[in-house]
């Protein structure tokens, strides 16, 4: 009847206090000072465990970064949590114990910003190396339609490629493909290449005008060259038919079984839309969602042939998106303030103008419209995912969410995609006790070697690229709560390991000799685990049921082959996943 007949209620109880925004830091001193204690004796001694996990080195990330030997679950959660003889009170004669030898365990980490689904269709489909030749693929196009014994006019979709657009043309995929509309990603996901027969589907010539947030490249004539920028893709994708169900669910066992590989038990996943929600319900009915999920429905992203109105009937209510479930969630949603910024044209808006051209950049959507939206969005119960790359993005979205604030009140907890260009006068502006609201970086995009990143010292130049790039260590400093998304299928994989060390290093993981990036902005460790644990539970807003390894909580983690703690950090992305586990169930033993 009391709190202390189940001591991890103590324990959430006293961790709400010690918080970053904790004023009373005497009492904040002594609350810490009493968690370890109490997670040692953390366990509900009434009851008898399914499995008891010992002799580990247990990195609970519990908000003291505690550390504890072992653990025991009962029913997908964890009822103890301490050393091996603590386990000894839940232990009974039906109990499975399994002798960890020492191997590190730690949360499952979750990734906030992830394509899944598109980039499980391309994988699965016509899928070329981001280093192909124009040559290789024509070649990989041609094989396609030859192996998938494509009828005439059956769409090709592939990706992905990385040239410079300029020297791409239709004429290029019409030579292989003159029957069959192509459609190639490049690896940004921003720019598409398409042949003649995809114009034509599409109904694009000289007189289409560019939508608004995208363009058409052209000829000196006027003629459209065959390659698209942002909002124009959705010219493209409008009449593309849609996968079947089946092959959605297919490519959705695909990816998850891929993630888990890589110690993933959590995802927000962009482009939600009926028919992947779907294929994510029938994986939960069947026993088979071996992640948790975030969606976040697809919104002004590619639908240039309909109202932002009409876009957000399809899940503006509870009744249209359906409920949630221990799994899935869908009250998500996901917005784009801008594109990628473009050394030629421009693209995401600027506070200060680009270097390499004439322009600020345009915006995808504008400032009052976007904050009307948030503003509804938040009173309907919606986390807003919002991609804002530009300098000035981050700036509208600042304003919004804290116009938002005012408005609502304390509302569900937003999340800002990329967090790249920050000026100094807004890293305050970041804390999270201030609007509530996390920031997701994408740590692939840290390292000197990236493509994108050329193209933004570039667009920018280095002066404004010091200032304001990512600027990790100042917005925590400043009380920000950080998340990671790898903003895959815009990468190789989705890999974590390979982030997590290039978060700590701010260098290519393996290659130091291609030098660092504002190294001033580099995380320590233990702040990074958090990143990629606790506080990507946090975006979603499920940290009171995951996300740590406490008494209480969902039986969610990872056992790696190396103690991340004690390897020097520059090995970290050589670490391996031995095994992965949600909810107390193995979805992944290597």
Same mark, same amino acid.
């Given at each position: ?13 006293? /961790?709400?206090?010690?918080? /970053? ?293 399809? *899940? ?54 976007? #904050?009307?939206?948030?503003?509804? *969005? ?18 509208? *979205? ?106 700590? #290093? ?20 233990? #702040? ?28 969610? *983690? ?33």
């Amino acid at each position: 009847m009391m709190i202390f007949d189940q001591p991890w209620k103590v324990i959430t109880m006293l /961790r709400a206090f010690k918080t /970053r925004v904790f004023k009373n830091w005497p009492l904040a001193v002594m609350v810490c000072a009493l968690l370890p204690a109490l997670q040692s004796v953390a366990a509900d001694t009434k009851q008898t465990a399914d499995t008891v996990y010992r002799n580990g080195f247990i990195y609970t990330v519990d908000g003291v970064r505690s550390r504890a030997q072992a653990f025991a679950i009962k029913g997908g959660k964890y009822i103890a949590v301490g050393t091996d003889d603590d386990m000894k009170a839940v232990t009974g004669s039906s109990t499975k114990v399994v002798n960890l030898r020492g191997k590190m365990v730690m949360p499952g980490l979750v990734d906030t910003h992830i394509h899944a689904l598109r980039g499980a269709l391309t994988a699965l489909g016509l899928a070329f190396p981001v280093t192909s030749s124009v040559d290789e693929i024509k070649a990989a196009v041609k094989k396609f339609i030859t192996d998938k014994k494509l009828k005439k006019g059956a769409w090709v979709e592939g990706a992905k490629w990385q040239h410079d657009y300029h020297t791409l043309n239709v004429g290029i995929l019409d030579e292989v493909s003159p029957d069959n509309p192509v459609f190639l990603h490049d690896w940004t996901n921003h720019l598409a290449w398409v042949n003649s027969a995809a114009l034509k589907a599409a109904g694009i010539d000289k007189n289409t005008p560019d939508p608004v947030g995208g363009v058409i490249d052209r000829d000196k004539d006027g003629k459209p060259t065959g390659t698209l920028h942002d909002k124009a893709l959705g010219l493209i994708t409008a009449v593309m038919p849609a996968p079947a169900p089946a092959v959605v669910e297919a490519r959705a066992t695909w990816i998850f079984d891929k993630l888990n590989k890589f110690g993933i038990t959590a995802i927000i996943t962009a482009q939600l839309d009926p028919v992947r929600l779907q294929a994510y319900r029938n994986l939960e009915k069947k026993g088979e969602l071996n992640l948790r999920i975030q969606g976040s429905w697809d919104f002004n992203t590619r639908y240039v042939t309909t109202t932002l109105e009409e876009q957000s009937k399809t *899940f503006m209510s509870r009744d249209k998106r359906g409920p949630n479930s221990a799994l899935i969630n869908v009250d998500g949603v996901k917005v784009y303030m801008d594109g990628v910024p473009n050394a030629a044209k421009g693209g995401s808006p600027m506070i200060d103008r680009y270097v390499s051209a004439a322009t600020y950049g345009t915006p995808s959507i504008d400032e009052a419209t976007f #904050t009307t939206w948030m503003t509804r *969005f938040d009173s309907e119960g919606l986390r807003v995912m919002v991609h804002a790359t530009g300098s000035l993005s981050v700036r509208h *979205f600042l304003n919004a969410v804290e116009a938002t604030r005012r408005a609502n009140g304390k509302g569900p907890r937003h999340h800002m995609a990329h967090s790249m260009l920050i000026y100094p006068e807004e890293v305050e502006r970041f804390d999270f006790s201030r609007s509530n609201f996390v920031a997701e970086v994408s740590p692939y995009q840290l390292w000197v070697p990236d493509p994108a990143i050329r193209g933004w010292f570039k667009a920018i130049g280095r002066e404004r690229m010091d200032l304001t790039f990512s600027p990790l260590k100042a917005i925590v400093d400043a009380g920000a709560v950080v998340s990671y998304g790898s903003d895959w299928d815009n990468i190789p994989e989705p890999d974590p390991w390979f982030a997590m060390e290039g978060m700590i #290093t701010r260098q290519y993981p393996g290659r130091p000799e291609l030098g660092r990036l504002n190294p001033d902005q580099r995380l320590d460790l233990e #702040t990074v685990i958090e990143i990629f644990t606790r506080n990507g539970i946090m975006t979603m807003e499920k940290e009171d049921e995951a996300g740590s390894i406490e008494a209480g909580k969902s039986a969610d *983690f990872i056992v790696i082959n190396q103690n991340i703690l004690e390897i020097p950090v520059e090995k970290i992305h050589e670490t391996k996943v031995l095994q992965t586990v949600l909810q107390g169930k193995t979805v992944y033993r290597n």
